[in-house]
């Protein structure tokens, strides 16, 4: 099993970036997947997760209506579009499966820095 | 929904057992066996190392034991190694629509 996440970098406040994770090594279409972040120095957060085919789609709290989830099967890739990003959106987006109930494969994650 | 509460930090001698609580709620850790533990080295990506409350992945070390009571559930590794120095985070699920909450984690050092 492998997850590459992609599309990091440094923004503005105010800014937006799409993050990408591509996934090789089992039938991505069979799994829910999950966007999870890091802050510097700090703990895990979860922020969206998908279903299998896409129908459904959840958020926490501090980036519904500003982040997006979605996924394309035929090219086994997982986004994260983030739109008017804020100071602590800045964090490592890991990628995992999230399937049964556990985040069971996660990948190295890339680093996205919201600053003037 | 809040973070599950972990001790920031534990310690222990190679070959000791140390054990790593995570505190939640009636509504996550009380209401559900579905909490998991992962072990994050630095700069790495996490790593599952036991799920629904008490199970090891395969490939996981039987070290590593998981259980629960009440709000609390707890992860404790035996016969400490110095591979095992490492953050380590739980989480459960919530059954909300924000369904997963981690805890804020613990740096385990091997002395």
Redo the contacts between chains.
Sequence with gaps: VRLVESGGGLVQPGGSLRLSCTASGFTFSTYWMSWVRQAPGKGLEWVANIREDGSERFYVGSVRGRFTISRDNAYNSLYLQMNSLRAEDTAVYFCATNWNYRFDFWGQGTLVTVSS | ?S?LTQPASVSGSPGQSITISCTGTSSDVGN?N?V?W?Q?HPG?????MI??VTNR?SGVSSRFSGSKSGNTASLTISGLQAEDEADY?C?S?TGT?????????TKLTVL
């Design positions: 929904q973070a559900y579905y998991s992962y994050q790495k990506g996490p790593k599952l799920y629904d992945p985070y989480s699920f629509s924000a369904p997963w909450v981690f805890g804020g984690g």
